[in-house]
Nanobody, 124 residues
Framework: QAQLVESGGGMVQAGDSLRLSCAASGRTFSRYVLGWFRQAPGKEREFVAAIFWGGGATVHADSVKGRFTISRDYAKNMVFLQMNSLKPGDTAIYYC?????????????????WGQGTQVTVSS
């Protein structure tokens, strides 16, 4: 059974940094896209960043370009989201997901596996 487990969330102040981790297990993800998504209270889930597990190519949402960076540790089956210069608008639950193709707009049906999410709160 494939599983994604996020960690690293927390409460920080504007301008601070956080690094989220996603541990992937239970199957081979070599042909998958691993992505980070977030959902703020009362808002729809949105795409943040994704990485092609095999080749390592990355895609970032315009709202986080230059501040967030997705990366992976192929050997450890982990995906990371380095978040710098955090803003109150980045406050959300952050989810890790895996799918067979890159999808950056809803619906998110194409993502086969989702983690449970980790809360990120940024105060001003």
């Amino acid at each position: 059974q494939a599983q994604l487990v996020e960690s690293g969330g927390g409460m920080v102040q504007a301008g601070d940094s956080l690094r989220l981790s996603c541990a992937a297990s239970g199957r081979t993800f070599s042909r998958y896209v691993l992505g980070w998504f977030r959902q703020a209270p009362g808002k729809e889930r949105e795409f943040v960043a994704a990485i092609f597990w095999g080749g390592g190519a990355t895609v970032h949402a315009d709202s986080v370009k230059g501040r967030f960076t997705i990366s992976r540790d192929y050997a450890k089956n982990m995906v990371f989201l380095q978040m710098n210069s955090l803003k109150p608008g980045d406050t959300a639950i952050y989810y890790c997901a895996a799918g067979k193709s890159l999808i950056t707009r809803p619906p998110w049906d194409g993502y086969d596996y989702w983690g449970q999410g980790t809360q990120v709160t940024v105060s001003s």
